[in-house]
């Protein structure tokens, strides 16, 4: 009984004294906490991939600042002055060589057909009635003839027209040709961006294929002029072939009449009285 006693006000000093102890101490909530963590682990790898991605973009900096610095003395170390086509000239005595000129200098058919009128001896056509009087060998070789002269005519007015054109626009591709220099060598950073030297280079391409089609055009002339060449080589060569076997089909026929012909003419004049 002296226990129980003593014990009650231990209890009731107990059950009073509670509250002020569980406001003295703190609740660990383990969820919470995880939600802590993880997002701290969260900000940690965006504060990673931030460093990363700034020194990116400073090394691309860096990078494009670099290669958009141009060499100061770049045009002075390898710029260099290319050959211009000239126009050509010549003395027209007696008015016959200007048209010519003229056609080389500007080109376009027209003034490459009145070069060849005015400068090149011309061919007269052959009568129709004198060319049925003749026989057909004699017939095929004049028309081979005529037939060269025409395409001469055409071959020559082509090359004329041909080279007079790519003279004509050589002085507009050379003022694109200095400005593209130009261009080059320029310290300006906008002409030295990557689109820019994307454009330069895309536009040297295409000059140099317009250049390379004027070559292959002026070739091509050359081409022609080496095959009509080659044509009158080939007249020449099958008109002595022509002639060799006339002559050796008609050698001996010719030979007899020409035989019995002497025999006659010295019979005829024999003072023998036989004859003989």
Do not use: C
């Not at 965006?46 to 691309?60: F, K, L, N, S």
């Not at 060319?131 to 070789?141: E, P």
């Not at 091509?220 to 095959?227: L, N, P, T």
């Amino acid at each position: 009984m002296k226990r129980m006693k003593l014990f009650a006000p231990i209890f009731l000093l107990a059950v009073l004294l509670a509250p002020a102890a569980h406001a003295q101490w703190a609740v660990f909530d383990a969820s919470n906490f995880g939600e802590a963590v993880q997002e701290f682990g969260q900000l940690q790898q965006m504060y990673t991939t931030a460093v990363e991605t700034r020194d990116q973009i400073v090394t691309a900096y860096n990078l494009a600042y670099q290669m958009s610095r141009m060499p100061q003395d770049l045009a002075a170390r390898y710029q260099s002055q290319a050959s211009q086509w000239t126009n050509l000239s010549a003395p027209n005595s007696y008015g016959n060589t200007g048209a010519w000129i003229n056609a080389l200098n500007l080109g376009g058919p027209a003034k490459a057909a009145t070069a060849y009128q005015k400068s090149v001896l011309q061919a007269q056509p052959y009568p129709a009635s004198a060319l049925a009087t003749q026989d057909a060998d004699t017939q095929a070789v004049i028309q081979n003839q005529i037939a060269t002269s025409e395409l001469g005519q055409g071959v020559i007015t082509n090359a004329l027209s041909t080279v007079g054109t790519i003279r004509a626009n050589s002085e507009a591709l050379s003022q694109k040709l200095s400005n593209l220099e130009s261009d080059t060598y320029s310290t300006d950073p906008s002409q030295q961006s990557e689109v820019a030297v994307l454009g330069k280079i895309n536009t040297a391409t295409l000059l140099q294929i317009r250049s390379q089609q004027d070559s292959n055009q002026i070739l091509a002339a050359e081409v022609a002029q080496q095959a009509l060449a080659a044509k009158q080589r080939m007249d020449e060569q099958n008109r002595l072939i022509n002639q060799s076997v006339y002559f050796n089909q008609n050698f001996p026929s010719v030979m007899q009449k020409m035989t019995g012909g002497i025999r006659n003419s010295l019979q005829s004049i024999s003072l023998s009285p036989s004859g003989h």
